[in-house]
């Protein structure tokens, strides 16, 4: 039976440290899915912002703008990088980015590979994919980031911190209350859950994988199909 698939992949391999697209990166990942599709039903790609929609948000503060109003500048980026990805795919691809979940269902209708990126202020695009998941009834959530799994402390703070290769929901729960002051992040702040999208996975007991896409060789393998891929399982 072909099978439901969410990935998102993190503003953060968009672009490299000076703000420039990685067409690169883009252009390989898209070749990976290129090559065989036929094993699923749906395939659904959520983009987040990245660097770029953290330097809007940024001048939207500068500017005295809300928080509101920097989510939405860093939804409006999200969806100019999903455009990217539909250029690169081309045909195989739904031509223009849903901006809801009744858009999402008519996409399904007509192409079985749909790019969609944020939905409303107050919701992170890992959220986002999440709800998607939930929504299509996926059988996996992929989640693309620039480490390589869930660890028990932040990984760019902390030399000794260890990845955690299966994780339960409740044991992730600990881990963002630790790791924040706040449950929800701000505007254009990367984490790769917050409390909202951990509400989602327990309530519907999605089957998440959190690998690096830093150079897509995990994300190969997943795709292939291969063991022992380096990341972490979430689960129940």
Same mark, same amino acid.
């Given at each position: 039976?072909?099978?439901?698939?969410?990935?998102?992949?993190?503003?953060?391999?968009?672009?490299?440290?000076?703000?420039?697209?990685?067409?690169?990166?883009? @252009?390989?990942?898209?070749?990976?899915?290129?090559?065989?599709?036929?094993? *699923?039903?749906?395939? $659904? =790609? &959520?983009? /987040? %912002?990245?660097?770029?929609?953290?330097?809007?948000?940024?001048?939207?503060?500068?500017?005295?703008?809300?928080?509101?109003?920097?989510?939405?500048?860093?939804?409006?980026?999200?969806?100019?990088?999903?455009?990217?990805?539909?250029?690169?795919?081309?045909?195989?691809?739904?031509? @223009?980015?849903?901006?809801?979940?009744?858009?999402?269902?008519?996409?399904? *209708?007509?192409?079985? $590979? =749909? &790019?969609? /990126? %944020?939905?409303?202020?107050?919701?992170?695009?890992?959220?986002?994919?999440?709800?998607?998941?939930?929504?299509?009834?996926?059988?996996?959530?992929?989640?693309?980031?620039?480490?390589?799994?869930?660890?028990?402390?932040?990984?760019?703070?902390?030399?000794?911190?260890?990845?955690?290769?299966?994780?339960?929901?409740?044991?992730?729960?600990?881990?963002?209350?630790?790791?924040?002051?706040?449950?929800?992040?701000?505007?254009?702040?990367?984490?790769?859950?917050?409390?909202?999208?951990?509400?989602?996975?327990?309530?519907?007991?999605?089957?998440?994988?959190?690998?690096?896409?830093?150079?897509?060789?995990?994300?190969?393998?997943?795709?292939?199909?291969?063991?022992?891929?380096?990341?972490?399982?979430?689960?129940?």
């Amino acid at each position: 039976m072909k099978k439901t698939l969410v990935v998102k992949i993190g503003g953060s391999l968009l672009y490299n440290k000076d703000g420039i697209i990685n067409t690169k990166k883009i @252009s390989e990942f898209c070749d990976i899915i290129k090559k065989d599709v036929s094993t *699923l039903n749906t395939l $659904v =790609i &959520v983009c /987040g %912002g990245g660097i770029i929609a953290r330097n809007y948000i940024n001048a939207v503060r500068e500017f005295g703008g809300n928080e509101a109003l920097c989510d939405i500048f860093g939804i409006e980026i999200s969806r100019i990088n999903c455009k990217l990805f539909i250029t690169c795919l081309g045909d195989l691809a739904y031509p @223009s980015v849903p901006k809801s979940m009744e858009e999402l269902s008519i996409a399904k *209708l007509i192409k079985n $590979v =749909i &790019v969609i /990126g %944020g939905l409303q202020p107050g919701q992170s695009t890992t959220t986002v994919s999440v709800e998607v998941a939930e929504f299509i009834n996926t059988d996996e959530l992929l989640i693309l980031t620039d480490v390589e799994g869930i660890y028990d402390k932040d990984p760019n703070k902390y030399r000794n911190a260890k990845l955690i290769r299966n994780l339960t929901y409740g044991k992730l729960q600990e881990i963002i209350l630790n790791s924040a002051e706040n449950e929800q992040a701000a505007a254009g702040e990367y984490r790769i859950f917050d409390a909202v999208s951990l509400q989602i996975l327990k309530r519907s007991n999605i089957r998440a994988i959190v690998i690096s896409g830093k150079n897509l060789q995990e994300f190969k393998k997943f795709w292939n199909g291969e063991p022992d891929i380096i990341g972490t399982i979430l689960s129940k």
